[in-house]
């Protein structure tokens, strides 16, 4: 199973870019995908999740009402839209994938999220 993240680059603070996440190996349909992002010095940080084509999206609250998730699911693909970007916003962005008999955790778990893509940096300027 491999998850390509593409779509980060170098912006400046209220500009928008937007990420997206082809997955191969393994149909998501049925199961969550999402972000999650590491700034440098930082521990990892939940971002965004849609559990499911149709399922209502949960997203951190430092980034509400800022970014917004879809997916695509014939192109087994989550995108995420990042609009006035902050420089905190900073970090590299992460797509994950949802694993099997993970409902213990909270879709803001790191570990419901067995499949991680090799990441994309997103940089905002001052």
């Known amino acids: 199973v491999q998850l390509q993240a593409f779509g980060g680059g170098l912006v400046q603070t209220g500009a928008s870019l937007r990420l997206s996440c082809a997955a191969s190996?393994?149909?998501?349909?049925?199961?969550?995908m999402g972000w999650f992002r590491q700034a440098p010095g930082k521990e990892r940080e939940f971002v965004a999740t849609m559990p499911w084509s149709g399922g209502m999206p949960y997203y951190a609250d430092s980034v509400k009402g800022r970014f917004t998730i879809s997916r695509d699911n014939a192109k087994n693909m989550v995108s995420l839209q990042m609009n006035s970007l902050k420089p905190e916003d900073t970090a590299v962005y992460y797509c994950v994938g949802e694993g099997t008999g993970v409902t213990r955790w909270k879709y803001s778990d790191s570990p419901r999220y067995a499949y991680w893509g090799q990441g994309t940096l997103v940089t905002v300027s001052s």
């Open positions: 190996g393994r149909r998501f349909s049925s199961y969550a």
